[in-house]
C-alpha cells in the first residue's frame, strides 16, 4: 500500500516575498516523512485571499494536509476564515477555548497595562474554528486544531516554529491523525554523519558502495562541514541498508561521528559527562554562538560551566591571561593566542576542558596574511590540547557558522582521542 | 495596474521531505519582488512524475513562471519533459546546445577517466528543449532557458544555488523577462516596527487608521515580542502610505523603535556607538545569544568589549562579582542577581554599559515561585540603570530567543531615555 500522501500549506507574506526562510514546510516534511507519510508539496502563500484560498483547496487534494500560521488576532491572520469557507462550514466561538484564550490574553494586558477591551475582539476571532475542528492546545493566544473533512485531515498550527513544532506533537496524538498514521508504515532511517572530509569524497563512497535505489533513498548534504547521509529504507530494504551502512563505515570510518540524529553539541555534553569533565568556551570571532549552542541543549548546566567573549583584545589580556607579548608577536588571530585563550578559560572558569575561537569573520577586518575565513581554535583539557585552523573565504554568517561547528569538533575530538589512547 | 503575478516551482526530492531547506524559492521571491513582480506562491515538490506536473500546471497560471532543478542527465531529472508535456510541445534537440554540453562532458569524462560514451546519452538528454525554449547558457552541463506559452513567460532554472543565481541574471536580460518586467513598477516598501505592544493593539491602530488595501499591502507580524509592520507601496499609493505611516506613529509612537529594516542589535550599536559608550553582557540562560546577536553585526568591535556567560552559580560569584548572599537570599534568577551581573560584568570588562539576563530556559529548573519562562534582565550605563523581566511559559528556544531580544530593547530603553531626558 502506498503511503499517505500530505500537502503542506505555509502562509506567511513575508515567507512567500522571501524576506523570511520557512522553517515549518522542512520541519512538517520531516516529520512526515518519518511518520510514513509523503510529503506531495510545500506550498509557500502569502495571506492575500484569492491565493490563500487556492493554496488550502490544493491542500485538501491531500489524505494529510498542514496548514501553518495565520492563526493571529489580526485582520490578516484569514487561515481560519479562508479554511470554513472553503470547506463550506459556518465557524462557531469555542467557549471553553474563548476561556483559555482570554485568561492568556488578560495576563498580556497586565503586563502591557493594557485595558483588556483592546484584547477581547481579537480573543474572540480566534476562539472561532470551523465547526466540527478541535482545539489542539494554544501557542500564546492562538489555537491548533485538527479537523475532519471528507477523506482529509487538517491540521491547522501556529506559524512560529517553536510552537508549532511544540502543536505538532498533540497533532500526532490526536484521533484523526493517529487513524491515518496507522494506514502508513513508518520508513526506517539510518543517519550517518562525517566530519572531516569532502561531500564528493562521501558521496564517491556512497556510490561505489551500490549507492542508493532499490528501496533505499540516500541524501549526502553538507552543512558547515559535516557531511550528513540519510539513508530513508524502505520495505523489504533493511538487509540492503544495512550492508550500505557496513561499507560507508568501512571507507569512512576515520570521519564518522555519529549514527543518529544528535546534534554535535549534545555528544559533546555526553562525552565530557561520562568523562566528569566541565567544559568552558573563550570566543572571539564566534562571539558566543558556541555557548550558544551547548546551552541549547536541555540539561547542559551540569557540564557546561561558562564562557568569556573576548571581543575586544584588552578584555582576551585581561580576561583569559592572554600575555601581551602573545598579542603583540602573534596578533589577536593566532594558533599562539588560541591556545593562551583556551587555558586562560580553563583556568579562569575552573573548567576541565576550555576551547577557544579567534578569527577573522568579515566583511572587513582582513589582510592579506590574515584574510576573512581564517580562525584559530584550540581545545584543553586534562591530557594535553589539539589545536585546528582553517582558512575559507566566505561571509560573516558562514564563517561563524563553521568555526562554531569546527570549535564543538575540535573538543569531540579532543575527548575521543583520549579515550582512544587510554584503551 | 497590479503586478504581474509569479509562481515559483522549486522542485527536488530533498527538498519536498526537508533533508535540505531550500534557498532557492525566497531568492526568487525577492528578486521577484524588486523587480515589480508579485510572488504569488512557492511550490516544493519533488520528482514524482504525477506532483511535478500538477505543480507546472499550477505554475503557468502565473503571467511569470520560475522552476528550479530537475535539470540534470539522468532520468529522475524531469523537468524538462515534463514541462514539454503540459506545454503540449515537443522536445527538438538544439544542435547548436548539443556542441556546447559535448564540449564540457568531453572535459569532464578526461577528468574521470571515463569514456565519453557514457555521457552521450546525457548530452542528448539536456540538449533538448521544448519547442520555441531559448537557451540561457549553461552551469556545468545543465542550460537554463526561457520561453513564451500564451499569457505566461516559462523561466527554467538549474537548481544549485549559486548557478541558479547567475543563470537568473540573464533571464532577467532576456526578451520575454524584460517585456513582462516592463509592466510592472518596483513598488516602494516601508517598514515599521514596535516593542513594548501588542500585535492586537498594532493591527487595531493600522485599521483605525485605514488599514491595507487601496494600493497599499500591509502586513504586521510578531517576533520574539517586536511586532513587525511591513507596508508595500503599489504605483499610486505613495500618498496613502504616508498618511498611513503617519497615523500609526501618531497612535503608537511610543513603541516605535524604528522605520527602516535594521535589527535592534544594530541600533543598540548605533545609539552606544552615538554616545562614545561601550557594551558588554553578562548572561545565563541566554548562553551568549546576546553577544552572538550583537556581534553578527558587522563592525560591532568598535563598541562590543566581550561577554561573560555565567552558566554555574559561583562563576556568577567569582567573575561578575555578585555577591553571594544575593544568590543565597534572592536565588540566581532575580532582579537582585541580574542588576548585580550587570554591574560586575561593566566593571569587569571596563564597559560603559552592562546588560545581563538570568532566567528559567527549561524544561527542566522550573519551581512554582519561579516557573520556566521567567526572565529577569538589567541594564546599566553611567547615568543610571533599567531593569525588566517578564514571564511567559514557552519551549527553550523560544524563552531564550525572546530574552535576547528583549534584553538588547533594555538598551536601546536606557539610551533613548537618556537621550530623551537630556534634551
Tied chains: 1, 2.
Excluded at 510529503?39 to 489524505?63: C, K, N, T, W, Y
Excluded at 472561532?128 to 475542528?133: K, N, Y
Excluded at 599562539?336 to 568579515?362: F, H, K, N, P, Q
Excluded at 596574511?369 to 581545545?379: D, N, T
Aim: aromatic share 4%; proline share 6%.
Amino acid at each position: 500500500m502506498s503511503p499517505p500522501r500530505a500537502v503542506v500549506v505555509v502562509t506567511g507574506s513575508e515567507l512567500v516575498r522571501g524576506d523570511r526562510r520557512d522553517l515549518n514546510g522542512p520541519f512538517l516534511a520531516r516529520e512526515l516523512v518519518s511518520s510514513g507519510v509523503s510529503p506531495a508539496r510545500i506550498i509557500v502563500v502569502g495571506d492575500s485571499q484569492d491565493e490563500l484560498e487556492g493554496a488550502l483547496r490544493e491542500g485538501l487534494d491531500g489524505e494529510l494536509c498542514v496548514v501553518s500560521g495565520g492563526l493571529g488576532p489580526t485582520h490578516d491572520d484569514r487561515t481560519v476564515e479562508t479554511l470554513a469557507r472553503v470547506l463550506g462550514r459556518d465557524l462557531v466561538v469555542d467557549h471553553e477555548l474563548e476561556r483559555e484564550i482570554e485568561g492568556v490574553s488578560r495576563g498580556i494586558s497586565e503586563r502591557l497595562r493594557r485595558p483588556y477591551a483592546e484584547f477581547a475582539p481579537g480573543v474572540r476571532k480566534q476562539a472561532s474554528l470551523p465547526e466540527g475542528a478541535r482545539s489542539l492546545g494554544l501557542a500564546g493566544t492562538a489555537p491548533g486544531f485538527v479537523l475532519e473533512a471528507g477523506d482529509s485531515v487538517v491540521v491547522v498550527l501556529p506559524g512560529p516554529p517553536p510552537e508549532l513544532q511544540r502543536l505538532w506533537r498533540d497533532a500526532l496524538d490526536s484521533g484523526p491523525v493517529r487513524r491515518l498514521l496507522d494506514q502508513g508504515q513508518p520508513p526506517q532511517r539510518r543517519t550517518l554523519r562525517f566530519y572531516g572530509v569532502s561531500e564528493s569524497a562521501v558521496a564517491r563512497a556512497l556510490e561505489a558502495a551500490g549507492g542508493g535505489g532499490d528501496g533505499v533513498e540516500a541524501t549526502v548534504c553538507a552543512r558547515d562541514f559535516e557531511i550528513h547521509v540519510d539513508l530513508v529504507v524502505g520495505k523489504g530494504a533493511e538487509l540492503r541498508v544495512e550492508a550500505l551502512s557496513e561499507a560507508l563505515r568501512e571507507r569512512m570510518g576515520d570521519f564518522l561521528y555519529s549514527d543518529d540524529e544528535r546534534p554535535v553539541a549534545e555528544l559533546v555534553l555526553g562525552l565530557c559527562r561520562a568523562r566528569g569533565l566541565t567544559l568552558a568556551t573563550a570566543e572571539s570571532c564566534t562571539g558566543g554562538l558556541v555557548a550558544a549552542r551547548l546551552t541549547a541543549i536541555p540539561g547542559s548546566s551540569d557540564v557546561f560551566r561558562g564562557a568569556v567573549v573576548a571581543y575586544a583584545d584588552d578584555v582576551k589580556a585581561q580576561e583569559l591571561e592572554v600575555p601581551a607579548a602573545v598579542l603583540a608577536v602573534h596578533g589577536a588571530v593566532s594558533a599562539e593566542t588560541a591556545e593562551a585563550m583556551a587555558a586562560g578559560v580553563r583556568e579562569r572558569l575552573g573548567a576541565g576542558i576550555g576551547v577557544s575561537v579567534t578569527g577573522v569573520a568579515g566583511p572587513g577586518g582582513g589582510t592579506p596574511e590574515k584574510p576573512v575565513g581564517l580562525v584559530y581554535m584550540h581545545a584543553l583539557g586534562p591530557g594535553g590540547g589539539l589545536a585546528a585552523s582553517f582558512s575559507i573565504p566566505a561571509d560573516r554568517e558562514t564563517v561563524r557558522a563553521r568555526a562554531t561547528v569546527a570549535a564543538l569538533h575540535l573538543v569531540r575530538r579532543l575527548l575521543t582521542q583520549n579515550r582512544d589512547s587510554s584503551t
